[in-house]
């Protein structure tokens, strides 16, 4: 299986020149691709992957208005054709319904003010050095912070610069699946409103104290610069903040989402999850908030680790009321609104809200499982 490694790069001034001059010409041959093939479109001709490759690299770079490419490594100019020409793909693929999961809207343009700025490079445009040092062709050696070994030799690498001026270098590696050994407890998760997600087994996962104060921190930042009149230099200021506290949430989220998913993967042999899209629909009004991007990293985290360590699991796709149910008898009873926390079923059992929708949403992935080849889920026993 194929994983993503990513280590945080520091370039010299020089290379951070090259490497803007990079993420420029990718930008720009990406939009020139999408703008060739929307030409094509619009006059209803077909144009071949190698014909864009052609038109706005090989015979761009012999064209005045174009001939900087040259400047730059050409295995990032291909690598950007062949994203737009993925990205096209997607969405046609999405549209004709032959994709699955969420819809995948038309390609966008690209602009220099985008908040991640990124090149692709494949084998041919990289080397590892014995000095432990990353060579990026016509950028030059960067020093690489290697806060883990790369368990194999990466097939690709691609260098991201963040919205807060950060560098990072994230490498494609083949990893061996490592199966744990079996145990026989299975887990449902509820992705809770007041903590971060409740288990079927009673545990509560809250977010830690600091994640919290970075939330907040990065709350105030917005509106401070929501205040901000436009174009001047403290609104600059202002967004630079922004984009420093976003990335220390994003970084202290991740570690957090890291520990929780590892811990769950090791006990527990199958992890039943609500799939977030479908949740989506009955939270949006309450749940804007700064759960929603830790939510989808955890369960892509809790699906990725459960491939590599031998796990089972199942994201619950189909909608039911995992917090109106009684997860002792099955009775379906009615809405309630967010602020009871505790509620009784007729049958008489008190129930936790997120710990009984936990419960239900076990019980609806065993179900499910079970009936992996078709037939309906029903969530109580
Ligand atoms: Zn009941």
Redesign the pocket.
């Given at each position: 299986m194929q994983l993503r490694y990513q280590y945080r790069v520091y370039p010299t001034p020089g290379q951070q020149n090259a490497l803007a001059r990079s993420f420029g010409c990718a930008r720009v041959v990406f939009n020139d691709a999408l703008r060739a093939r929307q030409d094509a479109f619009a006059a209803g001709m077909k144009i071949s992957d190698t014909e864009v490759q052609k038109r706005v690299v090989t015979n761009a770079k012999n064209t005045p208005e174009r001939e900087w490419l040259a400047g730059v490594a050409s295995v990032v100019l291909v690598q950007s054709v062949r994203d737009s020409a993925t990205a096209c793909k997607n969405w046609f693929a999405s549209l004709s319904g032959k994709r699955k999961g969420r819809k995948v809207g038309p390609p966008r343009f690209k602009s220099r003010k985008d908040n991640r700025q990124a090149i692709r490079l494949t084998r041919n445009g990289f080397t590892l050095r014995p000095n432990r040092k990353l060579y990026v062709a016509k950028v030059g050696e960067l020093k690489v912070a290697w806060s883990r070994d790369l368990p194999s030799d990466p097939s690709s690498v691609t260098i991201i610069k963040d919205s807060a001026g950060r560098y990072f270098a994230s490498f494609v590696v083949e990893v061996d699946q490592q199966p744990l050994p079996e145990i026989n407890t299975e887990v449902g998760i509820d992705l809770g409103l007041t903590t971060f997600a409740v288990l079927s087994n009673g545990k509560t996962i809250t977010s830690q104290k600091f994640l919290r104060r970075a939330e907040r921190k990065l709350c105030k930042a917005q509106q401070t610069l929501s205040r901000k009149e436009k174009g001047s230099r403290n609104r600059a200021k202002a967004r630079w903040k922004v984009a420093r506290a976003h990335a220390r949430v994003a970084d202290s989220r991740r570690n957090f989402v890291h520990q929780q998913s590892t811990a769950i993967i090791r006990d527990s042999q199958a992890v039943y999850v609500e799939d977030l899209a479908v949740s989506g629909l009955a939270r949006t009004r309450f749940a804007k908030s700064v759960h929603d991007a830790g939510w989808a990293m955890f369960t892509r985290m809790l699906e990725e680790k459960a491939a590599r360590y031998g796990r089972t699991f199942v994201k619950i796709d189909r909608w039911f009321p995992s917090s109106q149910t009684?997860s002792?008898?099955g009775?379906v009873d009615g809405p309630k609104p967010l602020s009871i926390r505790e509620w009784t079923?007729?049958?008489g059992?008190v129930h936790d809200r997120d710990l009984n929708a936990a419960k239900n949403i076990l019980a609806a992935g065993r179900a499910e499982r079970r009936n992996a080849c078709g037939g309906t889920v029903s969530p109580a026993a």
């Open positions: 009684c002792a008898c009775v079923c007729p049958c059992v």
